[in-house]
Nanobody
């Protein structure tokens, strides 16, 4: 069965960095576009970044453009998100998600918590 397992979250200071990972299994990872989304306390789900199957194209929400970098290693079945210049408003539960054949997000991980605080 499809599994997406995020890791790498934690506590960071403003201006700091974290690297999130998402280990994928149960499907042919290299065949599917992937994305990261997040949910801050008391707020709705926010899409942040997407990447195509071979990593040649990436997409970002304006709120994270220039600070976050999405990448993937198809040999390791792993999706990454490098978070730089973190701000307190980046505090959220971060999810990786798989894009299905019809363009919907059909599978989600359990999330990894990122907290930005001094």
């Amino acid at each position: 069965q499809v599994q997406l397992v995020e890791s790498g979250g934690g506590l960071a200071q403003p201006g700091g960095s974290l690297r999130l990972s998402c280990a994928a299994s149960g499907f042919t990872f290299s065949h599917y576009a992937m994305s990261w989304a997040r949910q801050a306390p008391g707020k709705g789900l926010e899409w942040m970044s997407g990447i195509v199957t071979d990593g040649s194209d990436t997409y970002y929400a304006d709120s994270v453009k220039g600070r976050f970098t999405i990448s993937r290693d198809n040999a390791k079945n792993t999706l990454y998100l490098q978070l730089n210049d973190l701000k307190p408003e980046d505090t959220a539960l971060y999810y990786c998600t798989k894009e299905g054949d019809s363009g919907e997000y059909d599978y989600w991980g359990q999330g990894t918590q990122v907290t930005v605080s001094s």
